[in-house]
C-alpha cells in the first residue's frame, strides 16, 4: 500500500503510517529498529531495495531523506515537505517512509526524522554515498546508536579511510569493513588448524579497494606482523598469503566467487567466499548495534601507513618486530573475527 502526502509535516505522516497499518490489517508494530538512509534521487531506489531486502531478518521503519535544497534562490527560500509511506508488501516486512526536503528544510532534516522514530527503539543511520566526515556530529548521526558509512562510495577510498580512522566514535562502521567478515572468519580458522607462527603476509586486491587495506591493516594489527600490500587485477581482494616456517597458508580467490584454501600438509579445499549483496552487508550490520572496536583498532592503526601509500604497494609495519606465537594468533584471529554475523 502506498501513500502519497505533499507538503506535509511529521503529524500527518504518522497518522498516514496508522492508517496503512489499520488498512492492510496489521495494526500491532513489530519493529525492531528505526534504519535512516540518507542519499540522493539517483541512489535511492538501490538503497531502498537493499534495506527491504534486509528487512526481511530484521523489520525495520526505513526512513529514506532525499534533500532537495534547490538551486535558484527562490527555491532554496522556500521549505516544503513531500513523503511516500509504503506499509506491507511495497515494503518488505516493515514499513518505508521516503521524505524529500525541499528548500531551507533541507539543512533541517533531523526536526523532520525526530517525530517518526519508533520509541524505545535503536536508530541506525546509513549513508550509501556522500557521508559526512564526521557521522557521529552529524545532526541526523547524533541521532543514531549505530552509523554506517562506505567508504568505497568516496572519490579516493583509501584516503577516506584515514577520515574515517580521524573521526571514529563508538557505533561507526563502514560496508568496507563487512566486506570483509568472511574473510576474517576463514583466515582465523585457517590458524585455529595450523599452530604455527605467522612471520609475515600478503594481502592482494584491487587498487583503491578500501576492504583490501582494511584487510591488511587487521592482520597487521592483530598478529603484529609485517603485511605486504600488492596490486591485482580484482575483482576485490583476490588472495590472502600467511607466511610461515612450514610454508604459505593462502586463502585465493581469483573469480569472486570461490576460493581455494591452501595448508602445509593438509589438501587443497574450496570453499565459498562470494562477493556480497548490499543486502546482506546491512542486514549484517543490523545483528549488532554495540561499538565494533575491532573495526576501530584496525581503521587506526593504518592511518599513517595509508598517507603513504604508493599506487603499486603499501607495507604496513607492526609498531614493534614481533613474531606471534601460534597460540597468540589463533586468540588475536578468532575473537575478533565476528562470525556471528
Known amino acids: 500500500m502506498k501513500i502519497d502526502l505533499t507538503d506535509t509535516n511529521s503529524s500527518k ?8 497499518r489499520r488498512a492492510i490489517g496489521t495494526a500491532t508494530v513489530g519493529m525492531v529498529l528505526t ?15 537493499a534495506a527491504s531486502d534486509a528487512s526481511r531478518e530484521h523489520p525495520s521503519r526505513i526512513l529514506a531523506v532525499i534533500k532537495r535544497p534547490g538551486r535558484s534562490p527562490r527555491a532554496r527560500s522556500q521549505a516544503r515537505l513531500d513523503a511516500e509511506v509504503r506499509v506491507g508488501s511495497d515494503s518488505g516486512t516493515g514499513e518505508t517512509v521516503v521524505l524529500r526536503l525541499h528548500g531551507e528544510l533541507a539543512g533541517q532534516a533531523q526536526s523532520v526524522v525526530l517525530p517518526l522514530l519508533l520509541p524505545d527503539a535503536p536508530v541506525v543511520v546509513w549513508w550509501p554515498d556522500n557521508a559526512p566526515a564526521d557521522p557521529a556530529k552529524d545532526p541526523l548521526g547524533a541521532l543514531a546508536q549505530r552509523r554506517i558509512t562506505d567508504a568505497v562510495t568516496a572519490e579516493n577510498p583509501v584516503e577516506q579511510l584515514a577520515t574515517r580512522a580521524a573521526s571514529y566514535a563508538p557505533g ?3 560496508l568496507a569493513w563487512t566486506r570483509i567478515t568472511p574473510w576474517r572468519s576463514m583466515l582465523a580458522a585457517a590458524l585455529d588448524q595450523k599452530h604455527v607462527s605467522v612471520d609475515s603476509a600478503t594481502v592482494e586486491g584491487e587498487s583503491y579497494n578500501p576492504s583490501t587495506e582494511l584487510l591488511a591493516l587487521w ?13 591485482s587485477q580484482g575483482p576485490g581482494i583476490t588472495a590472502v598469503r600467511m607466511h610461515t616456517v ?14 581455494k584454501l591452501s595448508m602445509p600438509g593438509q589438501p587443497d579445499r574450496m570453499v565459498a ?23 576501530a583498532s584496525a581503521v587506526r592503526y593504518g592511518v599513517d601507513n595509508l598517507h603513504s601509500s604508493s599506487a603499486t604497494r603499501e607495507v604496513v609495519d607492526a609498531p614493534e618486530a614481533k613474531s606471534a606465537p601460534a597460540k597468540a594468533a589463533k586468540k588475536s584471529t578468532a575473537s575478533p573475527s565476528r562470525t556471528q554475523k
Do not use: H, M, W
Not at 13 to 20: E, F, G, K, R, V
Not at 38 to 49: F, I, P, R
Not at 275 to 295: F, H, M
Open 219 to 231: 592482520l597487521a594489527e592483530r598478529l603484529g606482523i609485517k603485511v605486504e600490500r600488492k596490486v
Open 246 to 259: 612450514d610454508g604459505d597458508v593462502c586463502l585465493d580467490r581469483p573469480d569472486g566467487a570461490l576460493a
Open 172 to 174: 561507526d562502521t563502514d
Open 13 to 20: 505522516i504518522n497518522a498516514a503510517l496508522i492508517d496503512a
Open 273 to 295: 567466499l562470494k562477493r556480497r549483496e548490499t543486502s546482506e552487508l546491512i542486514a549484517e550490520e543490523l545483528r549488532r548495534l554495540d561499538p565494533d572496536l575491532i573495526y
Open 35 to 49: 534504519l535512516v538512509i540518507v542519499t540522493d534521487e539517483g541512489n535511492a531506489y538501490d538503497a531502498l531495495k
